[in-house]
Each structure stands twice: as structure tokens, then as C-alpha cells.
């Protein structure tokens, strides 16, 4: 294990340790399949020897899946995959009680951000842990020496690297995963350039992952984001989400249990004649526009509200964003349209003034709001989520050298196992197929 020094984390403040540790604590409680893990991971250590690099939210249940891998063997540094998503508490729990180097801040400005992810890197994975792929992107980059493509005081560092130094950070790593959408289909989109270079389990692809954590997690933490940002009553409000995929599901559930008529906007016409049947209004953002009073986007896409969108809203409109990167809202191009700076009327909620006259408001600089203003998924849905996580590590041990530079399923087995595990936990009990129903299932003689 590698000891916490002053020199080897950055956080806010040690002093917060107790209150991050009693929240973790709390969090845990509701991570039993994840606590089952953890204690056969005491035993069998099989991180033994590991050094993980995780770029991760840094909330209460990430904190637990770390403590979680140290107790396999693995010897972790963490850093941020956000610079909103910190709970410096849990931070200070982490370094001061689990001795785990970690570096995040909440608020960190992007060059902080990037001097943390440096850390992950020197710390020579021979696993990565990402959530968005910015570890493994900077890392790619950095190895190719596409110095352009990185921030700037990183590829100042990487510059300072020689040719061996920079082959070195990638040398060792035998295998990666990654938590979310949009890391994924980045991680895919490398693969199909050739340029991956250690095979990755796509966690979130595990129907255990995004079934639960990307529907009802960030369903309900969205939601609690919003409010927790505004107060504003949602009941006989115009809400429009953008995106109906697994996130956009679970928001436009809850924002209509909270008594919003919710518009859904998609690209997708399958997605969108599903939102339809499930009884929601479809239109394009040009309309929803105009007649919106709260707007949430979950798409992964770039620009999804744009100029021509901020120029048809009403006065009083509330803006956030829940999908992985801050570029879902165009900000910049709101910035042009209005007069000077936005005021920061209440914590998390930049209110933009247009040159027309109308007040703008967007909930944390359009980062994920859920994580921004309120504490990100509840720890029941990502008991599943690091459950799928600490086992495809536990995998990715044992199978690295059997696998190409491919992004990888979580194995259905394993899937599987999370499902009864949880289920087990909630004292759900199910039927078992009987030897009939077997046979049955899997013949073609019996019809009509
Ligand atoms: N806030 C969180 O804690 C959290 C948790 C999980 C995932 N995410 C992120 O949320 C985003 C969405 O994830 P998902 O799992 O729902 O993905 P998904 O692929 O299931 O759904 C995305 C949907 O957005 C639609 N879309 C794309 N461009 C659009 C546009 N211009 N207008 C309207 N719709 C558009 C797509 O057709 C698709 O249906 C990703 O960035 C993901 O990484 C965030």
C-alpha cells in the first residue's frame, strides 16, 4: 500500500476526513454486493501487486470501491473525472483514514484538473479506472505525441518526457475499464482508429450498469440537482429533456412524478416513437425552446442547445446538463449574446443577462448537475455499478493476456452474478425454471 504524503495527494482540506468517513460510511450501508466483493477481495488479494489509476467521480460510493481494491491488492491513486463531481470530505476520508493518494478538488479550474490526471499517469498504472476516458485519451496522446491534442501544461510536462519516458507510462499497462456512455463510445471510436492500445471492459454496458445507475440513478439524482440548485417547483412546469436513452428515460420518469409536463427532443426516431408511447410530448428543440421552463440535457452530443435555442427561450429559463461533458450547452455562444458577466445568483446558478433583456440561467457551468449541486447516484444503484467495476479488474487480472486491444462486454456471467447477488440482498426471492420449462424453452416440436 502506498502511504498518503503531503506531496503525493492534493485535496481541500485533511480536516474534513471525519465527516467524508462517517458519509462514506453511510453509503456503504447500501452497497451490500460491493461489501461482498470486498470481502472475498480481503482474502484472495486478487489486485495483489496492481497499481490502478482511477479517474472517477470522487463521491462516498466511489470512495468505498477504492477501499475495495486496496483490500484486493491494488495499489490506487485517484483523481477526479470532474472538476465538479469532488466531495472534498470523502477526498479527505480517503488520503487521511485509507491512506489513498488522491487529487481533487471541487471547482478545480481545467489545468488543476490535468495536473491531477498527470499524477494518475506517473503513477505507471498497470490498470486504468476512467469514467469519460480522459485518462486513457491523455495517456494515448501523450505515447503518440500528439502534444497539440492535450491540455497545455500537461503537454508541457509530456514534452519534458524522453521517447522512452513516454512509451514507459504505457509499457506497463496491461487493461483499463470505463464507467461511462460517453467514455465508451470514445474508447470505440479508438479502436476503430487502431490506436487503442490495451483492451478495456466497457462497464457500462453491463445491463447490471445502466439499466439501474443511467435510468434511476441519474433519473432521480438529476432531478435532486435541480432542485437543490433552484428550489423551484416542478409541478405544472414545461420540462424538456433532450436525449430519451437510458439517462433521458429515467429523468423524464421523474420529472413527471414530480408533476412537470415533460417534452422529449431526440435524433433517433426509434427513441423518440418510444418517448411518444410512453406518453410524453416529441418535438424539435426549436420548439421546445420557446415554450420550456426547465431544460436538461443527457445526450453525450455536442451543442444540443444552441444560439438559435437560448435566442427563442423565455425569460426565466433554467438550463442544466446531466450527460458526461460541459459542451451539451452551448455557453460560449450564450456568453456572446449577453450583457457582460452572468451573476451568480445562488450557489451553482449563473444567471446570463441577453442583450434583449432576458435573464438565462445555467445550473453549474452546464457541468453534470447531478454531481455539480447534489451528491451524484444514490449508493444503491452503484452498488451494481462498482460491483461490475471491482469484478472486471478481478477479470481483467486474470485475463489481460488473453485479450486484443479491443473494447470488451463485461462477461454475462459476471452480469448475471451482480443481478442475483442484489437481488439476494434485497430478500427478493424469484422462481427457477423447472426441467419442462427447460425443455420447452428450448425445443421447437411444441406449438398450437
Ligand atoms: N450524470 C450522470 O451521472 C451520468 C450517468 C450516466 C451517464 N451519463 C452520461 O449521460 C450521457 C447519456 O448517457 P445514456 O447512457 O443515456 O446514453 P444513450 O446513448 O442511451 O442516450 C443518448 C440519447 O441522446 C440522443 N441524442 C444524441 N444527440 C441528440 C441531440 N442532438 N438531440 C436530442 N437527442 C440526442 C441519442 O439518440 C440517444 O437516444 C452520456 O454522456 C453519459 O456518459 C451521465
Not at 10 to 20: H, L, P, R, S, Y
Not at 359 to 387: W, Y
Not at 426 to 438: A, E, N, R, S
Amino acid at each position: 500500500m502506498k502511504e498518503a504524503t503531503t506531496s503525493n495527494y492534493d485535496i481541500k482540506d485533511i480536516n474534513q476526513a471525519e465527516g467524508g468517513r462517517r458519509r462514506m460510511d453511510w453509503a456503504e450501508h447500501e452497497m451490500p454486493v460491493l461489501r461482498q466483493i470486498r470481502e472475498r477481495f480481503k482474502k484472495e488479494k486478487p489486485l495483489k501487486g496492481l497499481r490502478v489509476s482511477a479517474c472517477l467521480h470522487v463521491t462516498t460510493e466511489t470512495a468505498n470501491l477504492m477501499v475495495t481494491l486496496q483490500d484486493g491488492g491494488a495499489d490506487i491513486v485517484l483523481t477526479a473525472s470532474n472538476p465538479l463531481s469532488t466531495q472534498d470530505d470523502v477526498a479527505a476520508a480517503l488520503v487521511n483514514q485509507f491512506e489513498i493518494p488522491t487529487f481533487a478538488i471541487k471547482g478545480e479550474d481545467k489545468m488543476t484538473y490535468f495536473k491531477h490526471i498527470r499524477a494518475a499517469l506517473e503513477h505507471k498504472p498497470h490498470m486504468t479506472m476512467d469514467d469519460g476516458a480522459d485518462l486513457v485519451s491523455s495517456l494515448f496522446f501523450i505515447e503518440m505525441g500528439r502534444f497539440d491534442n492535450l491540455e497545455p501544461s500537461l503537454a508541457s510536462w509530456a514534452r519534458g518526457l524522453s521517447d522512452q519516458e513516454r512509451s514507459e507510462l504505457l509499457k506497463g499497462v496491461i487493461g483499463g475499464t470505463e464507467e461511462t456512455t460517453t467514455g465508451v463510445i470514445r474508447l470505440k471510436a479508438m479502436e476503430a482508429d487502431k490506436v487503442l492500445k490495451f483492451p478495456v471492459i466497457a462497464v457500462n454496458d453491463a445491463l447490471t450498469k445502466h439499466l439501474f445507475d443511467n435510468r434511476y440513478g441519474t433519473g432521480q439524482s438529476t432531478i435532486d440537482g435541480i432542485i437543490r440548485a433552484t428550489n423551484v417547483l416542478l409541478a405544472g412546469k414545461n420540462f424538456v429533456v433532450a436525449g430519451y436513452g437510458w439517462c433521458g428515460r429515467g429523468l423524464a420518469s421523474r420529472a413527471r412524478g414530480m408533476g412537470a409536463q415533460v417534452i422529449v427532443t431526440e435524433v433517433d426516431p426509434m427513441k423518440a416513437l418510444e418517448a411518444v408511447m410512453d406518453g410524453f410530448q416529441v418535438m424539435s428543440m426549436g420548439e421546445a425552446a420557446k415554450i420550456g421552463d426547465f431544460f436538461c440535457t443527457v445526450t453525450g452530443d455536442i451543442n444540443v442547445i444552441d444560439r438559435q435555442h437560448f435566442e427563442l427561450m423565455k425569460s426565466g429559463a433554467i438550463v442544466a446538463n446531466s450527460g458526461h461533458f460541459n459542451v451539451e450547452i452551448n455557453i460560449p455562444a450564450l456568453e456572446k449574446m449577453s450583457t457582460g458577466k452572468p451573476n451568480l445568483v445562488r450557489p451553482f446558478v449563473d444567471q446570463y443577462t441577453t442583450k434583449d433583456g432576458r435573464k438565462i440561467n445555467i445550473l453549474g457551468e452546464g457541468r453534470l448537475i447531478n454531481l455539480a449541486s447534489a451528491e451524484g447516484h444514490p449508493a444503491s444503484v452503484m452498488d451494481m455499478s462498482f460491483a461490475n467495476q471491482a469484478l472486471s479488474a478481478e477479470y481483467m487480472a486474470k485475463n489481460a493476456d488473453k485479450l486484443e486491444k479491443k473494447v470488451y462486454s463485461v462477461p454475462t456471467e459476471i452480469d448475471k452474478e451482480i443481478a442475483r447477488l442484489k437481488l439476494e440482498a434485497m430478500g427478493v426471492k424469484i422462481d427457477v425454471l423447472t426441467d419442462q420449462q427447460l425443455k420447452y424453452l428450448s425445443s421447437w416440436e411444441e406449438g398450437t
